[in-house]
């Protein structure tokens, strides 16, 4: 395989995982839905910023650490489930998740920023892709293992920020829409609180069955 074939293969791998629903996903619906399109970007760069995160620790070995202890990846799997389902049960229990006051109980630009970046940092599903997935992805014969992380970090941001990206200006520019109906939009928060729930369960159990 050539290496550029080998990069569209791993360009369609992280597609295909970044494009099916997850709690990344679900966080950026949820801040844009109340916040608008500039709430819900900035949860954008978080989960970005994450992301980067994630890539560095693969490459300086965190992947190798969690394969020889098991159990350090099964607590992160169960704080990461924890606080995406404490975010998820905040949404439900919210009284005005998406009233006429955005102001009121919309996060600052860097509150919204940390918590997607944490969001990303604690994702399950993001620690099984760099033990699994990414490491086959790094090889000897195309050069420097720094220059090609970098490479598929730019990759992965790129797609997460397309992907994300229009799914929170899609959903911030609904915001006019809901607020004029309110029944329509609490019950559209209930359910991104419902998915945040659901979603921190299932990868929970999902990601300690396959270690």
């Known amino acids: 395989m050539t ?24 966080f950026v619906l949820s801040n844009a839905l109340v916040g608008g399109r500039r709430s819900g970007l900035y949860a954008v760069a978080g989960i970005v910023a994450g992301g980067v995160c994630h890539v560095v620790a693969g490459v300086l070995g965190l992947g190798l650490v969690l394969r020889w202890v098991p159990g350090l990846l099964n607590i992160l799997l169960l704080a990461g489930a924890a606080y995406i389902a404490w975010i998820g049960v905040a949404v439900l ?45 790094l090889r000897v014969e195309y050069g420097s293992v720094w220059v090609q992380a970098v490479v598929l970090g730019g990759i992965i941001a790129l797609t997460q920020t397309a992907v994300y990206g229009l799914w929170a200006l899609a959903a911030g520019s609904s915001r006019a829409w809901l607020e004029s109906r309110p029944r329509t939009a609490n019950a559209m928060a209930r359910g991104v609180g419902g998915v945040l729930v659901l979603g921190a369960v299932w990868t929970a159990v999902q990601g300690w069955n396959a270690v």
């Open 93 to 137: 229990r919210s009284q005005s998740a998406m009233g006429p006051l955005p102001a009121v109980g919309t996060p600052p630009p860097g509150v919204i920023f940390r918590r997607a970046m944490l969001t990303c940092l604690m994702n399950p599903k993001a620690y099984l892709f760099m033990l699994a997935i990414f490491p086959q992805f």
């Open 3 to 26: 290496h550029y074939a080998h990069l569209w293969l791993f360009f369609l791998m992280v597609f295909g995982i970044i494009a099916l629903p997850g709690m990344d996903m679900a």
